[in-house]
């Protein structure tokens, strides 16, 4: 059973980096498919953050891409997200999962961590 | 475009039919998949591809495809289907994962 958990720091300073860590069970970070990073702002909707794929490719939401990075520990099998020059826009839970899409257009996400609540603020 | 739009909130009477809808172009390329949120919950997986369901999904959850736009349909629905449905697919030009706004979703 594919677990993952996320980690890391429940408050960040403005102007500053909010970093996170995703750790995986039951499956290789370096195997076929694509870990993602999605956040989901106070009563909002989702939002599609990122995504890694082998552990050396990424795929960034536009929107957020001049200020983001996602990368990977396959030694500790976890990867990461470094969001820098946050804002209280940035207050969100935070979700990693896996993803997965093939040729004949099938996509889903499964599973999702539990998420982690990362408060933007002074 | 790269938008997926869903009502934001449809009724069902419980142990009737409801059908949540989800629009965009980029579903004529790639499959809907759809995830239910409870509050305080993460999203789950309940109906993706050509309406498949993950284990332990009750078979009452359905989906389809038509054209542009994708329908979860809920037979029976049940008082523990109240929840946040989101469906997601991929943008149909840069391939990037989208969601659409989601829909409450009220068991009378």
């Known amino acids: 059973q594919v677990q993952l958990q996320e980690s890391g720091p429940g408050l960040v300073r403005p102007s500053q980096t909010l970093s996170l860590t995703c750790t995986v069970s039951?499956?290789?970070?370096?195997?076929?498919?694509?870990w993602t990073w999605i956040r989901q702002l106070p009563g909002k909707g989702l939002e599609w953050i990122g995504y890694?794929?082998?552990?050396?490719?990424?795929y960034y939401n536009p929107s957020l891409k001049s200020r983001l990075i996602i990368s990977a520990d396959t030694s500790k099998n976890q990867f990461s997200l470094k969001l820098s020059s946050v804002t209280a826009a940035d207050t969100a839970v935070y979700y990693c999962?896996?993803?997965?899409?093939?040729?004949?257009?099938?996509?889903?996400?499964?599973?999702w961590g539990q998420g982690t609540l990362v408060t933007v603020s002074s | 475009s790269s938008e997926l739009t869903q009502d934001p909130a449809v009724s069902v009477a419980l142990g009737q039919t409801v059908t949540v809808t989800c629009q965009g172009d980029?579903?004529?390329?790639?499959?809907a998949s759809w995830y239910q949120q409870k509050p305080g919950q993460a999203p789950v997986l309940v109906i993706f591809?050509?309406?498949n369901r993950p284990s332990g999904i009750p078979d009452r959850f359905s989906g389809s495809t038509s054209g542009n736009t994708a329908s979860l349909t809920i037979s029976g629905a049940q008082a523990e289907d109240e929840a946040d449905y989101y469906c997601?697919?991929?943008?149909?030009?840069?391939?990037?994962?989208?969601f659409g706004g989601g829909t409450k979703l009220t068991v009378l």
């Open positions: 999962a896996r993803y997965y899409y093939d040729s004949t257009g099938i996509n889903w996400i499964d599973p």
């Open positions: 039951g499956a290789s970070i370096s195997s076929s498919y694509y």
């Open positions: 890694m794929f082998t552990s050396t490719t990424t």
């Open positions: 980029g579903l004529r390329a790639f499959y």
């Open positions: 591809g050509n309406n």
């Open positions: 997601n697919s991929r943008d149909i030009t840069s391939a990037h994962v989208v």
